[in-house]
């Protein structure tokens, strides 16, 4: 009977043997991030339980990032996988004999996971080398992409660009496309606002209309099957929600806003912080920035900007944060104050944890 395997995560063509090797063997794999200290290895291990059986077909126990809490297994099937795989490659035209798959995001969680699979999927070679002049096809973190500039970043045919925040739009190589999926819909399924094909999406008004957004909810053959506890978030047919807020723009594309419950209310007003931080990215001496709300007598809450000012400078006035966002979004958005921090909460994949920047309510 096929079993749970778990396979260290370490990037590299020996995690590539293991996961063929254990799916050759009818088994699916629970990929074990390198990076976790041993108490909290020890506990995805007990929790996912490796060794015991999986349903035939199951390819992955993925393990969620835990913006919010204890990360769950996200099962996918091989059937899910190859789904996605060929989704993604028609989209992007992808050719074996002309194109590779360059693999630079943590093999453990969905983002760098998918770039191996599909590669395996869809019959296209990988490296994991960020020199192989090979590599025509890229999946980064927007930090990936400030990091590494446009100039390296140009040389690629598509750089796919998921997590939380997109590069800003304004200024992203042509060749950046942004994708927004999860661990549970396999990857990436909306592709600069467009779903995949074979991808459903549709928005669903929420109570209180959240300034025009609703709930996101996608359905799809990439989707995954259940959690490793056996639940499945799916409903009767086969829909998934996701959790996050969007809406449909003038031109027919999803545009998604963050968490549901990520929206600020300020003077009954909903801020989100995404389209803030994505301004605040773009000022003199921001290395990063996120954004919350804090309990306030007068407005409910206010939006604060939290900030990592980049080495050598000095942190942007509140009035430069207010004019630049004010310039840009609905005057209620702009922050009403601004902290330094020495670094922002993010999980081990790179996303902000933004429920950490409300503080926890107070008792009595």
């Not at 080495?311 to 310039?327: Q, T, Y």
Request: net charge negative; aromatic share 4%; hydrophobic share 45%.
């Amino acid at each position: 009977m096929p079993r749970l395997v778990a396979i260290p995560a370490v990037p590299g063509p020996r995690f590539v043997a293991e996961l063929a090797r254990a799916w050759d063997g009818g088994d699916a794999v629970l990929p074990v991030d390198p990076r976790l200290p041993p108490p909290a290895a020890a506990a995805l291990v007990e929790a996912m339980r490796p060794g015991e059986p999986v349903e035939p077909g199951d390819a992955l126990v993925v393990a969620t990032s835990g913006t919010t809490g204890a990360p769950k297994g996200v099962v996918l099937t091989h059937d899910a996988v190859a789904a996605s795989a060929a989704a993604v490659h028609r989209r992007l035209a992808a050719d074996p004999a002309h194109d590779a798959w360059l693999a630079v995001l943590p093999v453990a969680h969905i983002g760098g996971l998918a770039v191996v699979t599909r590669a395996l999927a869809g019959g296209v070679p990988l490296t994991f080398d960020w020199d192989d002049p090979a590599a025509t096809l890229v999946s980064v973190v927007p930090t990936q992409l400030e990091r590494h500039g446009v100039a390296r970043i140009s040389r690629f045919r598509v750089v796919l660009a998921g997590g939380s925040a997109d590069w800003r739009a304004s200024e992203r190589p042509t060749n950046v496309v942004h994708t927004y999926g999860s661990t549970e819909t396999g990857s990436g399924v909306v592709y600069d606002g467009v779903p995949l094909d074979g991808v459903e999406v549709r928005v669903e008004s929420v109570d209180d209309a959240l300034d025009g957004a609703g709930g996101i909810w996608v359905r799809g053959p990439m989707l995954l099957r259940a959690y490793r506890d056996g639940t499945d978030p799916k409903d009767a047919g086969g829909w998934l929600a996701t959790g996050d807020a969007g809406s449909w723009d003038h031109n027919g594309r999803l545009a998604v806003r963050g968490r549901l419950d990520d929206a600020i209310v300020t003077g009954g007003e909903k801020v989100w912080p995404a389209a803030v931080e994505a301004v605040l990215a773009g000022l003199p001496g921001v290395a990063e920035a996120g954004v919350g709300g804090v309990p306030d007598p007068e407005w409910g809450e206010r939006v604060v900007a939290y900030v990592v000012v980049a080495e050598g400078c000095s942190p942007p006035p509140l009035g430069m944060v207010r004019d630049a966002v004010k310039a840009a979004l609905a005057a209620y958005a702009a922050p009403q104050e601004v902290v330094v921090v020495p670094a922002l909460p993010r999980t081990s994949s790179g996303k902000l944890r933004r429920p950490l920047f409300r503080p926890p309510p107070v008792d009595g």
